[in-house]
């Protein structure tokens, strides 16, 4: 079965700093890979998506992602981190047995410290 | 429009009692889907649909059954809940039979079980 892990359950980064989030997925075939932003005490939005072509995809608020398959990673990144960024990060993977199924990463956290 | 909606927010149950939770969308999505979403563990597939009168199992399906009647709604009924479904769960839609499969998701509910 395909599974998604994050490496990292809480980051902390300053204000204006990298901000990276890392995924690993598993996958015998060549994966459609998402992240998903959750807000406080909201349902979770896309911030972007790779399906093929272009490996690195660039997302909404400044986020980008680079598909690495001789990793098999996917982490995301932002160059400069605002405050208005702190949520809940997931990764998340099309299931090669049925693209219907989305498999969720356990997710990250991250904080922002002004 | 109003997306995906999920009645209710909130809800406490006691052990041993049965409920529902009501999943609507008005995006003439095929495919709709409930996750539950625990720390530490990310989002969790239930159970699944990809048409009107088709269901399948997710991750997670004990415990938990879902019927598909309509296009619009996707209910999620524990027969006998327990304190090990204690959990925010969320409802989600999206177009089927694309490996591009962008999610929308519900606000989410909130279920206690004493």
């Known amino acids: 079965a395909q599974s998604v892990t994050q490496l990292g359950s809480h980051v902390s980064v300053s204000e204006g700093a990298l901000v990276l989030l890392r995924c690993n997925y598993s996958s015998s075939v060549p994966p459609y890979l998402f992240w998903y932003v959750q807000y406080p005490n909201q349902g979770l939005q896309l911030l972007l998506k790779y399906t093929t072509g272009a490996t690195l995809v660039k997302g909404i608020n400044g986020f980008e992602a680079e598909f690495k398959k001789s990793e098999t990673s996917f982490h995301l990144t932002k160059p400069s981190a605002h405050m208005s960024d702190a949520a809940e990060y997931f990764c998340a993977v099309s299931d090669e047995t049925s693209y219907d199924k989305v498999i969720f990463g356990p997710g990250t956290s991250l904080s922002v410290i002004p | 429009n109003a997306g995906v909606t999920q009645t209710p927010k909130f809800q406490v149950l006691k052990t041993g009692q049965s409920m529902t939770l009501q999943c609507a969308q008005d995006m003439n999505h095929e495919y709709m889907s409930w996750y539950r979403q625990d720390p530490g563990m990310g989002l969790r597939l239930i159970h699944y649909?990809?048409?009107?009168?088709?269901?399948d199992q997710g991750e997670v399906p004990n415990g938990y059954n879902v019927s598909r009647s309509t296009t619009e709604d996707f209910p999620l009924r524990l027969l006998s809940a327990a304190p090990s479904q204690t959990s925010v769960y969320f409802c989600?839609?999206?177009?089927?039979?694309?490996?591009?499969?962008?999610?929308?998701f519900g606000a989410g509910s909130r279920l206690t079980v004493l």
């Open positions: 649909s990809v048409g009107a009168g088709i269901t």
């Open positions: 989600a839609s999206s177009y089927s039979g694309s490996p591009v499969n962008v999610l929308t």
